[in-house]
């Protein structure tokens, strides 16, 4: 790898509206900077960051979930804009790259377009049918020669469709000759980044526009990009799964985290939500059940069931109503409308309608230990820590306080009580 990719990260996001840094809202499970750096790590092994609004926290996130990367606490009250950013920014090898945080749908792909050929710079540019807003890119034949901002563009400057997207690779050496130079003589009293392009024309040098997807070069500025790019996004893991065997019914309608992995052929009803680290292995997941940081291991679930994090579901079947947590369920049925909190359930059990594992005290959670062949009835009560054996039966209605042997029936009920003739009485008949 010989090329270095510096983030721009350092931006306050204030139209996000948000005490969250811009950076770290997430797309499809994860912040959308990681999504940049995900990108950026296919292709460099060099990687820094600059940083300045919420420095300590971006930073502390990032290092949770990736090693080696680098990171520039920029002064950005002294050196505003894009170019600012950039001051005193080291680079290890001859091309820098240097890239938006705020830019999650871009592709490795890309970035290696971005980064081929041998011109001085290259500068990735974007060709609209309306450019309005937008800075105009003039290009004479195949080199760039300026940039105008739209308010100083001719009638016919204007016609041009070209804009820029904002992403440069450029020669490591012109880059560090180059923003020392920087001027913040405008406006907005800021240094900007675009102004090597200049420096660099003015040096014949040649600076090459390439042409890139609208679609993976969109910021994310406000809560309103978050929300279309979470679209593409999903539309692109959607897409990938179901290439690679995953099927779905009305993919529109389901959410699959970034994160998630599947195996075998999967089955993905409508309104299906994939959290977190999940595997899916040979997994039916039926309508509108929700699967967080959970192995579904040739088994299914739902509708409308609910898995929650660190369980584990291996030949199961868990049907709707059921919520399972922090639990591991080998060959085991629970048709509907229970709770299985922290509890291990072993091949050959069914669990009736109604059963909870009364797994918190107040103070302590507690674990609950089912063995095979256990049949457990109805509107059970187990309340742990409490163990089963193997081949038990537990009636319908019981509350099981304390372990129960192999082989054992388990029941607790009030004697039935009955009064003749108490309805004709009551009601007066």
Not at 161 to 172: F, K, L, P, R
Not at 387 to 413: F, P, Q, W, Y
């Amino acid at each position: 790898m010989s090329i270095s990719i510096v983030i721009l990260a350092a931006g306050k996001g204030t139209r996000m509206k948000s005490k969250t840094p811009k950076v770290l809202h997430t797309i499809s499970g994860k912040p959308m900077l990681f999504h940049t750096i995900d990108a950026a790590q296919q292709i460099s092994d060099d990687i820094t960051v600059v940083l300045h609004h919420q420095a300590d926290l971006i930073q502390a996130s990032i290092e949770q979930h990736y090693q080696d990367i680098h990171f520039h606490i920029q002064d950005i009250k002294q050196f505003p804009g894009t170019g600012g950013a950039m001051k005193g920014v080291t680079t290890q090898y001859p091309k820098t790259l240097i890239l938006n945080g705020d830019m999650p749908l871009i592709t490795a792909d890309s970035l290696r377009q971005l980064t081929s050929g041998k011109s001085d710079i290259n500068m990735s540019v974007i060709r609209l049918d309306d450019p309005s807003g937008y800075g105009r890119v003039m290009i004479d034949e195949c080199n760039v020669q300026e940039i105008i901002e739209e308010k100083d563009c001719t009638p016919e400057q204007r016609k041009t469709q070209t804009v820029n997207a904002g992403i440069y690779c450029i020669d490591s050496e012109l880059l560090n000759r180059y923003i020392p130079q920087l001027k913040n003589a405008n406006a907005q009293q800021e240094y900007y980044l675009t102004d090597i392009i200049k420096m660099a024309v003015d040096e014949n040098r040649m600076v090459a526009p390439i042409y890139v997807a609208e679609e993976e070069f969109k910021g994310v500025n406000s809560k309103y990009d978050l929300a279309n790019a979470e679209v593409i996004m999903q539309n692109r893991i959607k897409k990938s799964l179901m290439e690679a065997g995953v099927i779905m019914r009305l993919p529109d309608t389901i959410f699959i985290d970034s994160r998630a992995t599947f195996e075998g052929e999967c089955i993905l009803e409508n309104g299906v939500t994939i959290l977190g680290e999940s595997k899916l292995i040979n997994a039916h997941i039926k309508a509108h059940s929700v699967i967080e940081d959970a192995v579904i291991d040739n088994s299914d679930v739902g509708p409308m069931g609910r898995i929650r994090p660190q369980s584990v579901l291996v030949g199961s079947h868990v049907g709707n109503f059921v919520e399972v947590k922090k639990s591991t369920l080998t060959g085991v049925k629970a048709g509907h409308l229970s709770y299985l909190g922290d509890a291990t359930i072993d091949e050959g059990s069914n669990i009736g309608a109604g059963t909870i594992t009364c797994n918190y005290d107040g103070k302590a959670k507690y674990k609950t230990i089912i063995g095979k062949n256990v049949f457990v009835g109805s509107d059970t009560q187990l309340v742990a820590p409490v163990t089963i054996a193997d081949n038990v039966m537990i009636a319908a209605g019981t509350t099981v306080t304390k372990d129960v042997a192999e082989g054992s029936l388990a029941i607790s009920r009030t004697p039935l009580k009955t009064v003749t003739n108490f309805f004709y009485k009551f009601f007066g008949k």
